[in-house]
């Protein structure tokens, strides 16, 4: 009997990202997408479907930016436990370690190709560690 799919939060506000999210992403018969367009709607989608298994995050946001939905998704929905990958177009030294206090587990640079998102959340996942 085939398991139930994981589910992966995309919290993205670019519709052509999220297009190329699901066309990476959305072939895994082992994965439901989600996808919420900014921190608050992500906060909102989190709490609504649980549980879920990967948090895939943009930085740069409307309304509530990636950093602050990760500090408040780990506080507030006790979401500790759930791994996320900040992907963004910063490049600043300061915005990994800033990325990694918020909560994240990995961290990825756009433009990402499908091979180094693909690389990123295998091990998520499956239930390793940091990449």
Known sequence: MPSEPKK????EDSPT?????GMVLGQREDASLIFARNGLEGLDRLAEESPVHLMIVDINMPQMDG???????REELDAAHIPAIV???????T???DAEAAGATAYLRKP?????LREAIEPLLAGGGVT
């Open 87 to 93: 992907i963004t177009t910063e490049g600043d030294p």
């Open 112 to 116: 990402w190709t499908p091979e180094q």
């Open 67 to 73: 950093l602050e939905f990760l500090r408040r998704a």
């Open 8 to 11: 992966i939060l995309i919290v």
């Open 17 to 21: 990202m999220c297009h190329l999210y």
């Open 95 to 97: 915005d990994r370690s």
